[in-house]
């Protein structure tokens, strides 16, 4: 039976903390889905189709590894883990606030169905303080995000701050 693993986010944009938790997570399953959150309440720059287009960019060269599926979701995340067959999800972990957050977040999630484990796997210190919020307030100020993101969602990133 293959192990299924389910990383979601909103990756709006993905940055290379994400990219790094993506990379170690395809060394745990033999599938990982990558659910793009629908959360316009958090208004993002890249729409949903763009956000899906770079994940399965800046994830193709990992396939070799595991199957890597992109897939939006909206509602429960417990719901779309069962839908996708997700055994497992997989977090990722950057400070004492992570952890609080996704203490309380997994607790939950247990109490709607036992049957999923989640894993947290810490960021690399490198990427430790690099979040999405954060790349995007340094592009709109006219910042260098280049340590934080690849060249193509850089690129993508720029068009949008400029555009």
């Known amino acids: 039976m293959a192990r299924v693993g389910l990383y979601p986010g909103t990756f709006d944009p993905i940055h290379n903390g994400h990219t790094d938790i993506i990379g170690r997570a395809v060394k ?18 890249f729409d949903l189709e763009e956000r899906v287009a770079i994940l399965r960019a800046e994830t193709q060269h990992l396939e070799s590894r595991a199957e890597i ?10 719901h779309f883990a069962r839908e996708v067959g997700a055994g497992i999800i997989v977090r990722g972990l950057r400070a004492v606030a992570d952890f609080e957050y996704e203490f309380q977040m997994t607790a939950m999630n247990q109490q709607l169905d036992r049957e999923v484990e989640t894993v947290f796997l810490m960021a690399d210190p490198r990427h430790q303080a690099i979040s999405s919020k954060l790349v995007k307030e340094i592009a709109h100020l006219g910042g260098d995000v280049a340590k934080f993101v690849s060249p193509r969602v850089k690129d993508a990133l720029m068009a949008k701050v400029d555009g």
């Open 28 to 45: 745990l399953v033999d599938r990982l889905v990558i659910g793009v959150a629908i959360n316009a309440g958090k208004g993002p720059l």
């Open 69 to 78: 599926v992109v897939q939006p979701f909206q509602g429960l995340l417990m």
